[in-house]
């Protein structure tokens, strides 16, 4: 397995399958990608609800911002975090390929 830098290569499809494992519920309406810091934006949407909130996909977690939540950047945990993570892993995207001696690397 190669490690592969997730804003460059995750494609679409991959990014709507990571948002299923997280938010299985909301609808994708957009993709902004960060090359230099190597995370993906999403805004989606929750049926029933009018306010667009975006989720900021990282290489070994994922993050949430919900417009009606004054509690902002919320971390998500529990199996939802553990499998994002084990997706990551699997995809050749997670931090723990990268600089790994025991793995080729771009």
Do not use: C
Not at 4 to 22: P, Q, W
Not at 49 to 66: A, R, T
């Amino acid at each position: 397995m190669k490690y592969k830098k997730m804003s460059e290569k995750m494609s679409e499809t991959e990014i709507e399958i990571a948002l299923g494992i997280v938010l299985p519920e909301a609808e994708l309406m957009s993709i902004k990608r960060d090359t230099n810091t190597n995370f993906i934006k999403a805004t989606f949407i929750l049926p029933g609800n009018s306010l667009y909130s975006h989720i900021e996909f990282l290489p070994n977690e994922v993050q949430i911002f919900y417009k009606d939540n004054p509690i902002n950047g919320h971390v998500i945990g529990g199996d939802e975090g553990y499998n994002y993570l084990k997706f990551m892993i699997a995809r050749g995207y997670s931090d723990y390929w990268k600089n790994n001696p025991y793995v080729l690397s771009e």
